[in-house]
């Protein structure tokens, strides 16, 4: 199985601060035939599903805000809010689509001081 | 609007099963691969499996984890997704979600417990 290893667990911000975090998996989920990397971001806030925020790394998908900015390639990956919102407040999970079974990193806990 | 509407959950004894049921709606039912996902209290979501599309064949695949006690079926005439659960376990419980397409459903309650 692939795993994935997502740091910090949590992470505590104030609002209009920038955050990072990071997404590392057990082996290359970059496909040489598309140049495509299977793996998604997803964030999951309080008592909710959990709601796809970017495929493929960095695409974002329609009405995702534009703070959100996902990068990376390969192995190493990272989930950027570039001015982090109150409402941000939610586990975020990075997940790989390469190979079965599809699997999930613990997940980033973020807080907003 | 897309809606996926899990059904079927509750408490279970161990070793019993239980059928799972998602509705799906506003989407084109046949031509998404769909998802079972668990997530347990306090943890991180665990794919169980999923079913294919037609174009695809409607053919499955499974967690390792859960395979040969999950079955992971679809109706394609009235657009439902079903997960049959056998010789259920203590570290079954969870929350059960389906997902199609990008979206996932609520999630059901399962719990087993004596």
């Known amino acids: 199985d692939i795993v994935m290893t997502q740091t910090p667990s949590s992470q505590a911000v104030s609002a209009g601060e920038k955050v990072t975090m990071s997404c590392k998996s057990s082996q290359s989920l970059l496909y040489s035939e598309n140049k495509k990397n299977y793996l998604a971001w997803y964030q999951q806030k309080p008592g909710q599903s959990p709601k796809l925020l970017i495929s493929w790394a960095s695409t974002r998908e329609s009405g995702v805000p534009d703070r959100f900015i996902g990068s990376g390639s390969g192995t190493d990956f990272t989930l950027t809010i570039s001015s982090v919102q109150a409402e941000d407040l939610a586990v975020y999970y990075c997940?790989?689509?390469?190979?079965?079974?599809?699997?999930f990193g613990s997940g980033t806990k973020l807080e907003i001081k | 609007e897309v809606k996926l509407l899990e059904s079927g959950g509750g408490l279970v004894q161990p070793g019993g099963s239980m059928r799972l049921s998602c509705a799906a709606s506003g989407f084109t039912f046949t031509d998404f691969y769909m998802y079972w996902i668990r997530q347990p209290a306090g943890k991180a979501p665990e794919w169980l499996g999923f079913?294919?599309?037609?174009?695809?064949?409607?053919?499955?695949e499974y967690n390792p984890s859960v395979k040969g006690r999950f079955t992971i079926s679809r109706d394609n005439t009235q657009n439902m997704l079903y997960l049959q659960m056998n010789t259920l376990r203590a570290e079954d419980t969870a929350t059960y979600y389906c997902?199609?397409?990008?979206?996932w459903g609520q999630g059901v309650m399962v719990t087993v417990s004596s």
């Open positions: 079913i294919r599309n037609k174009a695809n064949g409607y053919t499955t």
């Open positions: 997940e790989q689509y390469y190979d079965t079974p599809l699997t």
């Open positions: 997902a199609g397409g990008l979206y």
